[in-house]
């Protein structure tokens, strides 16, 4: 009688352990790292919207708003979306070409967080495509995802003035960098324009020389 009456304050501490090694493991579970494939074969569609997308895609037709089939060739990736579903951040129409970096993909609760870098100094791609992230998950992670820029070492930088600074500057480079464009083929139209007209002026030249030679022949006799 003594040893059941021991055994049931054990047994009651035993329980509260065990659901507190529980909870705990359910806490860690919510930061855990989710399991993802990248969606890389594909381009953003011109007439996609503009800004930083954030996007959660859950069927063929909301894929199909955005992106296109790429120039690569070779198998494509086909999203069953009755199993998965597609995250992504699309870089602006103005940065297209800006390096756009995953930092993680993780589980929060009954939500998953995204965080992602874009670095405009730095291109991804050099043929105007607008640079993006795209990652397959499985439908048995939440669908429910909040997307969050950071910096490089992992800070936040959402609103951030110096981010907002850099793509304002990364703007008027690109703006200047347009106009020495035009300029430079300005100059060139120019630099064409003389070249022929300094050929006709060649031309013209040789056609004197022979007349004069044709007239000296002829005082000659």
Known sequence: MKRTLFLRPFMAIMIVALLSCF???????????????????ASVLKGAKDGTLTLVIKNQKEMERVFGPSGFIGPSRI??????????VVAPKSIAEATLELVSLKRAGNKLQLSYTIDPTKKANNNNDRNFIALIVDRKEP??????EV????APMKDSKDVNE?????????SENESLKNGVQELNDKIQKLEA????YIDMLKDVQKQNEQMKKLLRH
């Open 23 to 41: 909870s705990l493991n359910a806490l860690a579970q919510s930061g855990d790292n989710v399991s993802y494939e990248k969606f890389a074969n």
């Open 79 to 88: 999203i069953n979306f009755d199993n998965e579903f597609l995250v992504a």
């Open 143 to 148: 669908m429910k995802v909040d997307f969050q």
């Open 151 to 154: 910096s490089s070492d992992g």
């Open 166 to 174: 850099l793509r304002n500057q990364v703007k008027y480079l690109t």
């Open 197 to 200: 007209e300094r050929l006709y």
